[in-house]
């Protein structure tokens, strides 16, 4: 079992920078593909970023060019830094982990998931 912890959210202004964090525990990323999905009132949950576990990232196109994702395994830690934020990121951002070295979009592959957290972009 993967357990998984985010932090890093909260109120930011348009333009501004967050940087979510992904913590693991119970067992490592080791050998885990970890995605950041996010979900925003009346929408789906929907992919902003992956990577693999060879460290391939890649990215939504709305998030394209503004978000980088990248991992520490010897901290157990996947990063999402945004920056250059706007209003439409909005959402509770949540990751998860999948056994593999593919990076899947559909929220059905991922079998672990955190609790979420709240990013709020003001304008």
């Known amino acids: 079992q993967v357990q998984l912890e985010e932090s890093g959210g909260g109120l930011v202004q348009a333009g501004g920078s967050l940087r979510l964090s992904c913590a693991a525990s119970g067992r490592t990323f080791g050998g885990h593909t970890v995605g950041w999905f996010r979900q925003a009132p009346g929408n789906e949950r929907a992919f902003v970023a992956g990577i693999s576990v060879t460290a391939s990232a890649y990215y939504a196109d709305s998030v394209q060019g503004r978000f980088t994702i990248s991992r520490d395994d010897a901290k157990n830690t996947v990063y999402l830094q945004m920056n250059t934020l706007k209003p439409e990121d909005t959402a509770v951002y949540y990751c998860?982990?999948?056994?593999?070295?593919?990076?899947?979009?559909?929220?059905?592959?991922?079998?672990?998931w955190g609790q979420g957290t709240q990013v709020t972009v003001s304008s």
């Open positions: 998860a982990a999948v056994s593999g070295n593919d990076v899947y979009e559909q929220t059905w592959r991922y079998g672990y």
